[in-house]
């Protein structure tokens, strides 16, 4: 259950301190447009955790709030259009005062139905006042095909018939979520979606700003904010919008997903619940992954590649360094003569008396492996590619770790690490192999300190992150045919001399 603030108290609690205090009553769209402008003046930023779009969306958002308009946002699953409209909330004012028990939040300056203007004229100055806090001025309805006219407008109470109300009473009605969000912002997500007859219901609240309900018409001056989201797919695939009601929107915004790699990093580092240490290199690998599949021929491009699929990564990435430094804790406690060592249960961090604090787990490249199984369920693949979808994604993220390899390592002389396989020596490394495991193998190898500085890990490497940077070398290496490379049926990766 969600916890909403309670108002300050020195907030009016009657109409005449209302008035007294020098309130002034403003539509949602003027209240948008004064805090916007705000803000833009302040110079700060308007649209906390959205990335990418300063340049491209925010502006033509930013106008259509200036010029009042309702808006549709168009573009590809994935590309933070739900984020951007809840934003939108921040732009209220914080506290904004209601008639107290009004269905559809009326401001004690403007009461809309006859029930409040009545309680207005009666109770005058005494008449209490409520104060609504931002959070509560946003309705949210992801169009399905079973959405009602009364889920989103409303439909007759025949309780309330029943106790002796007249049909065209207005008291007779159950207001759906778009007049409970009345004074506020209300979102309507994959509006094709929403059946042709379903949209119409929306036309009077674009334009003339009533309802109709079961064939009379409530003169109800609604204020609010009606903005919507939709794939421009839709429009040919599950549905479209209609015409009248897609005139009515005044302002149709293009999203995209992050114009360059630096915006994808900056998504990834944003939203990314990493449960271990994700090294800089294996970010940019996965960011470059992520944006090799958008672009990929094999892949239906009309359905798009979420920004999630990168995020996900990530954490699939995270949680494969932690499984193995977790299985390699367990191995360790079963070893001889090494019973008492792990704490059975306890936290993965919880430091033991005989081993010291457990060491901070570290992804490497070979942990996105996993990725291009676990993952294909989010990518829409062409036709053609039925049975290839992992060989497919396993082929560009093969493409994605050599361009950071270049990119990271170019000019470097690698020489060091080539010479650690010559005379028919091997190192191996894979999910369940140590970073001391792997360290060992490659003792002190010349060159190491410049790699660890072009991959920004630093002058005192934790063995988990030296044991990263090595394994990128080596894969690079071999993805630029300098190294050889199998996999063993035990799993374990064996990088060696090229045949």
């Known amino acids: 259950m969600t916890d909403f603030p309670d108002p300050p108290g020195d907030l009016p609690g009657t109409l005449g301190a209302l008035r007294a205090a020098g309130h002034r009553y403003r539509t949602v769209k003027q209240e948008l447009r004064d805090n916007l402008l705000v803000r833009l003046r302040a110079g700060g930023p308007r649209f906390a955790g959205i990335v990418g779009y300063d340049d491209t969306v925010l502006p033509e958002v930013e106008r259509a709030l200036l010029a009042g308009h309702d808006m549709v946002l168009l573009g590809e699953r994935g590309q933070g259009k739900t984020r951007l409209i809840r934003s939108l909330v921040t732009l209220l004012d914080e506290w904004t005062p209601v008639i107290v ?31 609504l806090h931002r959070s509560l001025r946003y309705g949210e309805k992801l169009a399905t095909p079973d959405t009602s006219v009364g889920d989103l407008i409303g439909d007759v109470d025949p309780v309330r018939l029943a106790q002796g109300r007249t049909l065209g009473d207005p008291e007779t009605i159950h207001f759906g979520l778009v007049p409970r969000t009345n004074r506020g912002i209300f979102a309507v997500n994959e509006l094709p979606d929403l059946a042709e007859r379903i949209q119409v219901a929306l036309l009077n609240v674009l334009e003339e700003r009533d309802i109709q309900v ?18 421009p797919e839709d429009y040919t695939n599950r549905g479209r919008i209609i015409t009248p009601l897609k005139d009515r929107f005044g302002a149709e915004i293009r999203t995209h997903y992050p114009l360059d790699l630096e915006l994808e990093l900056a998504l990834i580092r944003q939203e990314a619940d990493l449960v271990a240490e994700v090294p800089e290199h294996v970010l940019e690998v996965l960011a470059r992954f992520a944006r090799a599949v958008r672009d990929s021929p094999s892949v239906d491009q009309r359905s798009g590649v979420s920004a999630r699929f990168a995020v996900a990564a990530a954490e699939t990435v995270a949680a494969a360094a932690l499984r193995r430094e977790s299985l390699l804790a367990a191995a360790t406690a079963a070893a ?18 005989n081993r010291g604090p457990l060491l901070t787990p570290v992804a490497r490249v070979g942990d996105a492996v996993s990725v291009t199984s676990t993952l294909r369920g989010k990518v829409e693949f062409e036709s053609g590619e039925e049975g290839r979808e992992t060989e497919v994604l396993g082929h560009l993220l093969r493409t994605a770790t050599a361009e950071t390899f270049r990119a990271r390592l170019a000019g470097l002389d690698l020489s060091g690490f080539t010479a650690l396989v010559e005379e028919d020596r091997t190192i191996e490394t894979g999910e369940l192999v140590s970073a001391a495991e792997l360290l060992r193998q490659v003792g002190t190898v010349p060159g190491l300190a410049k790699v660890l500085d072009r991959l920004g890990i630093g002058d005192a490497p934790s063995p988990g992150q030296a044991a990263a940077a090595v394994e990128f070398v080596l894969e690079g290496l071999h993805l630029s045919r300098r190294l050889g490379k199998d996999v063993t049926d035990s799993g374990r990766t064996r990088y060696g001399a090229r045949d």
């Open 101 to 131: 028990g009004s269905v559809l939040n009326e401001h004690p300056l403007h009461p809309v139905t006859p029930a409040s203007r009545a309680l207005v004229a009666e109770a005058g100055d005494d008449l209490p006042v409520g104060w």
């Open 214 to 231: 079961r064939g009379y018409q409530l003169r109800l001056p609604l204020d609010l904010l009606l903005v919507a989201s939709a794939n």
């Open 336 to 353: 001889p003569g090494a019973a008492g060592q792990v704490l059975a249960g306890g936290p993965f961090n919880t430091p033991d008396v």
